[in-house]
């Protein structure tokens, strides 16, 4: 499906979480993050961990309120709704979430078919039980599984049954879009594969739009139209996915992908072993101007005083860097 009009619309986001025991101090764990994302699109997200991208996730679903900025999406401001409003407007139908961990983000004591039809129960979809239950059944055979896990518990499946109920659970309100952070990462690769493979079926057969959060920079590439790269709270580089590995502009981005390992060792010894050094900076008492230039080779003194500005690069390649200012 070729992707159209704006689904999604975050500009200047930001999400700050107040430190107990120090007045005034706070986590900038989000600090101005804006994007979009058009219908039918897949929009990568990549960083170390701690950068953000998860709680930038939890805001977009409106599971924390944000500090400020907006949210806009399906046409909507969804960023001061409350949670009535977000049910009433259909947002928590359209908007799903897979996350990282499947055990603890399915009840123990709930068997499948109560998990399921949670959701539909709650939306509105169906007419009784036997219609939800049958919906319940559709929605499992299209993850792969068989209709007799119904009656079983989370425990009784592995780890990839359990995401594949995750994501069936997702799919069985018919979600416009879907964020799944990190949602492969718990997964042996063999099992990585075959959900992504998954995702990308329902992408083509469904129109559905995601935000695929991962640590993986391969398998953003092959999942993603393009990706955005996330540094202390800020977007650092933006573009189509091909590109920015081809191509990767700010000094952050080409310390990420220098440290991704290379499986041929001929390549790998002639490879620039320089990876990212030094520790990220406490987002408590983030770095005054760009936050990464204490671990940049290329800093110079603008980067400890001005905060850059994402700007287009060349050919709507974005990046945040003093280094390209105009």
Known sequence: ???????????????????????????????????????????????ESGCGKSTLARTVI???KPTGGKIIFDGLDISGMTQRELKEKQVRRKLQMVFQDPYSSLNGRMTVRSALLEPLIANGIGANDEERTELAREALLRVGLAPDCLGRFPHEFSGGQRQRICIARALAVHPKMVICDEAISALDVSIQAQVVNMLGDFQRELG??????????????????????????????????????????????QGLLR?????????ARSRNKEGLEGEVPSPIDPPAGCHFHPRCPYAKPVCREAVPELTDAGGGHMVCCHLYSK
């Not at 500009?11 to 101090?25: C, H, W």
């Not at 440290?259 to 390549?267: E, G, T």
């Open 62 to 64: 409106r599971l924390t």
């Open 1 to 47: 499906m070729e992707p159209n009009k704006t689904l999604l619309e975050v500009q200047d986001l930001k999400q700050y979480f107040p430190v107990a025991g120090r007045r005034g101090s706070a986590v900038h764990a989000v600090d101005g993050v804006s994007f979009s994302i058009r219908e039918g699109e897949t929009f990568g997200l990549v960083g």
């Open 208 to 253: 559905l739009t995601y935000l695929f959060i991962a640590h993986d920079l391969s398998m953003v590439r092959y999942m993603s139209h393009r990706v955005g790269v996330m540094y202390l709270g800020r977007l650092v580089e933006l573009c189509e996915s091909e590109e920015i590995y081809r191509q990767p502009l700010h000094p952050y981005t």
């Open 259 to 267: 440290s991704v390992p290379i499986a041929n060792p001929k390549l």
